[in-house]
């Protein structure tokens, strides 16, 4: 995938080692936008850039088989990225979009949708059949966003949460990936 034009203002593209930290940083920012009250903010203001950049430059240099990470930038440089591979759950044929965040000033322009479907592309051409991604249960934005995309939310489920406890998820299934990717 090269680095295709997203209307006039962002481009997407596979994200490389050198992205680490401005995947980083993406990450931290939208985790603090996002997570505002449903996540502890003592947990959200430790959160280090610097660690996640070593995290996202490790996972860039040595992908897992099948593995994809898109970016998508303005002029200013990256506002989002989907990452995703084979399903944690490890269902024959299932891919999962494992992280998926745009800076709350960048959304709004189907960044996001681009990101969700390119990557559900990139997973399908290595031979996933299903895609399914998570969100916390009571982040009502996104659960209407993957509604609106046509996913089918599956029952929630408890799951560690960051710095201990549970969370409520819930995941959202396409059963036929092509349903996205058309």
Known sequence: M????????FVLFPAGPADAEALARVHVASWRETYRGLLPDAYLARMSETAHARRFARSLLQP???EVTLATADRAGIVGYAAGGPSRRRVPGE???????VLRAAQRHGLGRRLLVETARALAAE???SLVISVLR??????GFY???GGEAEPPRLEPGPGGGLLH??????????????
């Open 2 to 9: 090269d680095r295709g034009r997203i209307g006039t203002q």
């Open 64 to 66: 897992g088989p099948d």
């Open 95 to 101: 891919a999962e979009i494992a992280t998926l965040y």
């Open 127 to 129: 031979g996933a059949k």
């Open 138 to 143: 009571d982040n009502i934005a996104a659960r």
């Open 147 to 149: 509604e609106h995309l």
């Open 169 to 182: 998820e819930v995941a959202y299934r396409w059963a036929d990936i092509g349903k996205l990717t058309v």
